[in-house]
Every structure is written in structure tokens, then in C-alpha cells.
């Protein structure tokens, strides 16, 4: 449902707000020359296009000119059932049939019909040009195209070939673009259909805002080309490689050797839902590869898709062999969700490499055609780390359900739970459901399942286990004979009247010295407790450990809540710890003082009386005051320190006197006093004593000390 709705939410962006200021202009009136027929088609009709105008292309032929047809900001080009637009059949210049300039917005292309002008051959028109039907940007421009929409149109096989192979583009997109949506078209295959340039080498392009649904892609009637039905960068590096953001490819039929996406740019926010592709070419069936490096790519959906390598009209000549490969690389965000692939030989069915935070959950991957290999797994994974594949199923003969590689340190956080391994060879197969090609750590093997054949000699449920870190492996199934489940790698049978069986006798719980049996059965009845029917349960003490017989209980080094023990070469901190002392109040002040000064309670104040910085208190008890002085006051000199509530000398709480070469005091008591009371620290000099900083600290209780 999240999906669906980002994609309402970009095409409702995707308005072309046209504001024709004249009545239409129909194409074939400003006709110069033809009748309308495909011997005599309209020739110099272009003249028709203007700003912010809709032009009507009746029933008819409308030959394009040599050069291309600039479309203005505002124009509808609208046809009537059995208007066709095509090229001269003798034009050699390479440019598209239409142009929409960089700055150019609101156009439409509505109910067209392109054609090439002439017969195109499998390797394409060499002698005779024709680029693309529609061209949108120009090469270079910091400007952008704005809202354009091509819907319920035809584009038939274009002529210009590229790549060697096939007909042309149909959409070429040469520099940025935003709130481009292509939707219910008809669109013959070709080498590529929709092209978007991977960049520049000083401009950076943007593709923005991008739906392409509903469309179908088919072959032609005599014959079918090679290529992807997106293509987005795939030919050249860019020195400044273009951007792709909020893209949505949703519920297209692509009947096409290739067929789907083929992009090797980076982007944000990529939907492709509900596709069902006939793909018959060993090569993506969809795949975003960013050329550029790791991390370039976030928020990738695959939802829903389907892949198949049968073509529904039952013509062998055009669909052979399947090739439904699904590949992203280097993406951060990535779900791939409810697809079935057929793969092809030497390729995997699903393959992400270089990502993270990745969801692969019920998938189904057919391989059953295909032989054993490293590379004809159902699902590869390469150089990923926090990546989860669930309830996925795989149909395979030979190779490995899950292939994991990657260098030491880049494969980590890895969790496989409740797939599936549908085995449909004749005999047993020598291939793995897990094959770890790289060391990897902290990975979760849980609850999968082996159906049809077991491995043969040379395959394994996991291969290479040794290489994985922290391998958290119960509950599987890891052969068809199995009735229940796994720790570890120990069969474990359903707990029934005869208790929890161990199939080799031996299990442990981790990986040192755990709980054992040396042989026979573990069972747990009720009432009997934990019985064995041979053997021993073996149980190694731990530090603080201590067992005797049948009873395991702590030893004299453990401390208990309620005992009394003596802690030794502990450090305890107030700020993890609460101690049940007496709390306090600390009269502190940095400056010398000569004269009788009184302090605040922790506030760093000093004053020439009690009411300049007492602080009224709650109700407690002065329990000790402790203080200490900067400097001695001499020989016959005394401080006399004093805790006090009230106003002037008020009412004595504890004090102590500091004389001659001394520099502390300390004194005991239990003087309450009431809430409300203000409590201040009064030092009080006896025969000029020397100039001192002062520092004091009362006791108080209960434990509410003032903060």
C-alpha cells in the first residue's frame, strides 16, 4: 500500500498545466504538400506547432522535415485514431523526428503514432538517419524540462541503430528533467526505448519525478531487438554522472530480449512494482549498477514483479532461453519483495552486491534448468552487511541456493530464516543451500528447509561454516528425511513420549564445555525431571561456581543482596551508585578572606552578613561539619567556623575553631532544625588571624540534602 501510494503522489506532481490562448491548430490544414496517404503523406505541417497551443493531427501520414521539430512550452499534440507520424524515407541526417529544448514545460504528447517511414532490418537503417522520436533536453544545458507527458501513444521500431544491434531509441533524454510521465503506450522493442544520457562532462543533470507505467513493450511482427526497455546510462561514464530521484516503473507488460531497467547511475527513492517481463537474453531483467562506487544508491523497491522466460503466444522463435536477472549494487535501503524469476544459465536469479539495510522476502527463483556453478545460485550475495532473506523459495538442480562472497570484514549481519530449497534433479545434487566464499560474522541460519533430494558428495547444507564468525544456526531442516530440527548441526527430533533425541548422541549448547551428553537419549518427562537413558550430564563450574552431586549453587566469592561480605579493590562512583551516608551541605569560597564573612550552602557565595547569602532550607539534622583552611592562622589566632540558621549570628547548628599552625576542624552533633530556616556558614577571626580561603562541608540527615 506504501508503494502505490508514492507512486499517486508523483503522478499527481506530473500535471502539465497547458493554457492554449488560440483555437487548435490542425496539422493537416497547414499541410504545404500530400494527400495523407503513406505514398503521399502531409509534408510542412510542423508549422502548425506554437506556444501554448494544442495541435490536432487528424487520420492521415505526416512526413517529419529533415531537421527536427522544436516543440514549444505549452503544446498538446493530440491524434486522432490512424495519425501517423513518421520519417522521410530517404532522410540521412541522425536527429530526432521531435525536440523539447531544455527550459521548455507542459507538453503532451497524446494518441500519436510513430513510425520509422521504412522497412528497419534486424541490424537497423546504416545509410538512412532518424535518432530518436522524441528528443527532451539539450546536450549540456543547466536548464531543465518540466512536465511532459507521452500517454496512449504507439512508437514503433525507430531506425537509427545503436550499439550494432536493432533499431534506435524511441525517447532520448539528454539533459535534466523533472515530472516526465510515459503511461498506456504501445511501444514496439528496440535496442533501447527510453534512454536518459548518464551525465556530462561539466553539467550536472537531474532526473526527477519519473513514472513509466502501464505500458506495453512488445516485438514487432517480423521481428525483435536486443536491449533493455530503461536504459540509463549504460553505454559511456559521464565525468559529472547524472542523478535519478523518485523514479517509479509500475504494472508494465516488456516483452523484450532484455527487457526492464538497465541503469548505471546512482539515485534516491526507486520503485519498480508490478512489472511482468518475457526476457530471453542472459543480462539484467532489471538491474540499477551504479558505475560510480559503493553507497549511491538509497530507498530501491523491487515489489511484485514478474519474470518469464515463455513467451503467451507460443512463437519459439521468439522467446528461448529465460533470463529474468534481477541485480542492484552499491545501495543503501533496498526491498525486494514478492517476485518470481526464472533465471538464466551462469547467472543468478537475485543479485545485490555492495549494500545495506536490504530486505529479500518471499521470492521465488526458478534455476531447475540450469547446472551446478558458483554463479547459478537462486540468490547471490555480495559484500553486504545488515541484510535479511526470508520465506524465499528456490527451484534448482545444481547450484547453490545462497551464494555469499565478499572480502574479509564487509560481509556482516546477515540473517536467512525459513527459505526454501525445492531440489527437482533426478538424483542427489552436489551443490550447498549456504556457501560462504568469504570470511564472514554474526550470521543467523534459522528455520530453513530441504525438499526433494539431499546433497550428494561434494555438496553440504552449508559450505565453508568455518569462515563465519558467530554462526547462529537451529532449526533447519537440512535434509529431506528429517522430521524435526537442528541445533547447530545435530538433528533434533519433535519432543514426544520418548523426550528430545539427539541424533549423534552429543549436544552442546555453545561452543565450549556446555551441557553434553555423552550418549543416548535427553529426556524431559513430566514429573521425572531431566532423565537420561545412558550416559552423563556433564556440567563445568565457572568462576563463583561450585557444584556437588546433583546440586549447582555460588561459592563464598560471590556477593549476595543480604549477606554480609567485604568488597575489596572495588571502585564505586555516585554517579551509578547511591550510598546510605549522611548527606551534605559545602560552603566553599576561592577568595582570601581577613574579616568575618558568612557563606551560601553550594552556591560559591560570600557575604558580609547571614541574609546576603543564607538559603532557606528543608527540615534536618546537622550531623558533622568538617572544614579545612587555605593557609593556618598563626601562632595565638584562631578561625572560628560556625553552621547557623537565621539572620546575624543566628542560631548555632555545630562549629569548630581553627588555631595557631593548624588548618582543619571537624565536629559531631545531632541539632535539628525546622523547614524554612535559612542556613548559611558564619567564619568569625580571633586575634587577626592570616588571610585564608575556607572550605566546609555539613552533614545532615535524613538523606534531602538541599541541590
Not at 324 to 340: E, P
Not at 539 to 565: E, H
Not at 578 to 599: G, L, N, V
Request: hydrophobic share 35%; with cysteine; aromatic share 8%.
Amino acid at each position: 500500500m506504501r508503494d502505490k501510494c508514492c507512486i499517486l503522489l508523483i503522478v499527481s506532481s506530473i500535471v502539465c498545466s497547458t493554457a492554449q490562448a488560440t483555437a487548435p491548430h490542425f496539422a493537416d490544414q497547414y499541410a504545404t504538400s500530400g494527400s495523407g496517404t503513406n505514398a503521399d503523406p502531409y509534408k510542412g505541417w510542423e508549422s502548425a506547432l506554437a506556444s501554448n497551443t494544442e495541435v490536432v493531427f487528424n487520420k492521415g501520414y505526416y512526413e517529419s522535415p529533415v531537421a527536427a521539430i522544436t516543440v514549444p512550452s505549452g503544446s498538446v499534440l493530440n491524434g486522432v485514431e490512424g495519425a501517423i507520424v513518421q520519417w522521410p524515407a530517404n532522410r540521412s541526417s541522425v536527429n530526432p523526428l521531435f525536440s523539447v529544448p531544455a527550459g521548455n514545460s507542459n507538453i503532451v504528447f497524446h494518441d500519436l503514432q510513430f513510425e520509422a517511414g521504412v522497412t528497419v532490418p534486424s541490424t537497423g537503417v546504416t545509410s538512412q538517419g532518424g535518432s530518436a522520436y522524441i528528443s527532451i533536453g539539450t546536450d549540456g544545458s543547466a536548464s531543465t524540462v518540466s512536465h511532459v507527458r507521452i500517454d496512449h501513444c504507439r512508437l514503433g521500431v525507430a531506425r537509427y541503430p545503436s550499439q550494432g544491434n536493432g533499431g534506435g531509441y524511441q525517447v532520448l533524454v539528454i539533459s535534466s528533467v523533472e515530472d516526465l510521465l510515459v503511461q498506456n503506450n504501445t511501444i514496439d522493442a528496440a535496442t533501447h526505448n527510453f534512454v536518459f544520457v548518464p551525465g556530462h562532462t561539466t553539467q550536472q543533470y537531474y532526473y526527477r519525478r519519473f513514472v513509466f507505467q502501464n505500458n506495453l513493450v512488445d516485438f514487432s511482427q517480423t521481428q525483435y531487438w536486443f536491449g533493455a526497455v530503461l536504459s540509463i546510462g549504460p553505454d559511456y561514464t559521464a565525468t559529472v554522472p547524472a542523478l535519478v530521484d523518485q523514479m517509479s516503473i509500475v504494472g508494465n507488460i516488456l516483452r523484450e530480449q532484455n527487457g526492464g531497467l538497465d541503469s548505471s547511475l546512482g539515485g534516491n527513492d526507486i520503485l519498480v512494482a508490478s512489472n511482468t517481463t518475457y526476457s530471453d537474453n542472459a543480462d539484467e531483467f532489471s538491474g540499477m549498477c551504479p558505475a560510480g562506487g559503493s553507497g549511491t544508491l538509497t530507498n530501491v523497491v523491487y515489489s511484485g514483479n514478474s519474470c518469464r522466460g515463455a513467451d503467451p503466444s507460443g512463437d519459439p522463435t521468439k522467446i528461448a532461453v529465460p533470463s529474468c536477472h534481477l541485480k542492484i549494487c552499491f545501495a543503501t535501503n533496498v526491498t525486494v519483495v514478492g517476485n518470481t524469476l526464472r533465471a538464466p544459465v551462469s547467472l543468478p536469479g537475485i543479485e545485490i552486491v555492495g549494500s545495506k539495510n536490504v530486505n529479500v522476502s518471499g521470492n521465488v527463483v526458478d534455476k531447475a534448468h540450469s547446472a551446478s556453478d558458483s554463479y547459478d545460485a537462486c540468490f547471490m550475495a555480495g559484500r553486504l552487511s545488515n541484510a535479511s532473506f526470508s520465506n524465499n523459495t528456490c527451484l534448482n538442480t545444481g547450484g547453490d541456493v545462497f551464494y555469499i562472497w565478499g572480502d574479509a570484514g564487509e560481509v556482516h549481519d546477515l540473517s536467512f530464516t525459513n527459505n526454501s530449497l525445492f531440489t527437482t534433479a533426478a538424483s542427489s545434487i552436489a551443490s550447498s543451500f549456504f556457501n560462504f566464499n568469504v570470511t564472514a560474522s554474526d550470521v543467523t541460519i534459522r528455520e530453513n528447509r530441504v525438499f526433494g533430494k539431499n546433497f550428494a558428495s561434494g555438496g553440504a547444507f552449508i559450505k565453508n561454516s568455518g569462515s563465519v564468525t558467530r554462526l547462529n544456526r537451529v532449526g533447519n531442516q537440512e535434509a529431506i528425511q528429517e522430521t524435526g530440527w537442528r541445533i547447530g548441526s545435530d538433528e533434533v527430533s519433535d519432543i514426544t513420549g520418548s523426550g528430545l533425541q539427539v541424533s549423534s548422541g552429543a549436544l552442546a549448547v555453545n561452543a565450549g564445555n556446555g551441557l553434553q551428553i555423552s550418549s543416548g537419549a535427553l529426556a524431559v518427562n513430566a514429573g521425572a525431571g531431566l532423565q537420561f537413558s545412558s550416559g552423563a550430564l556433564v556440567i563445568n563450574a565457572g568462576s563463583g561456581i561450585q557444584t556437588a552431586g546433583g546440586t549447582v549453587a555460588i561459592d563464598s566469592t560471590v556477593a549476595t543482596l543480604t549477606g554480609a561480605q567485604s568488597l575489596a579493590n572495588k571502585t564505586l562512583t555516585s554517579s551509578s551508585n547511591t550510598f546510605p551516608t549522611t548527606s551534605a551541605f559545602s560552603f566553599a569560597y576561592s577568595t582570601s578572606i581577613s574579616a568575618q564573612s558568612w557563606f551560601g550552602p553550594n552556591t560559591g557565595l560570600k557575604g558580609a552578613s547571614a541574609d546576603a547569602v543564607s538559603v532557606p532550607t528543608p527540615g534536618m539534622t546537622a550531623k558533622s561539619l568538617q572544614c579545612k583552611l587555605g593557609t593556618a592562622p598563626g601562632t595565638s589566632k584562631t578561625w572560628t567556623l560556625t553552621a547557623q540558621t537565621g539572620s546575624g549570628n543566628g542560631t548555632t547548628l555545630l562549629s569548630c575553631a581553627v588555631t595557631g599552625s593548624n588548618t582543619t576542624c571537624s565536629t559531631t552533633g545531632g541539632v535539628p532544625w525546622t523547614s524554612g530556616l535559612a542556613l548559611s556558614l558564619r567564619a568569625t577571626p580571633t586575634s587577626s588571624p592570616a588571610a585564608t580561603t575556607v572550605f566546609c562541608s555539613l552533614g545532615v540527615s535524613p538523606e534531602e540534602s538541599f541541590q
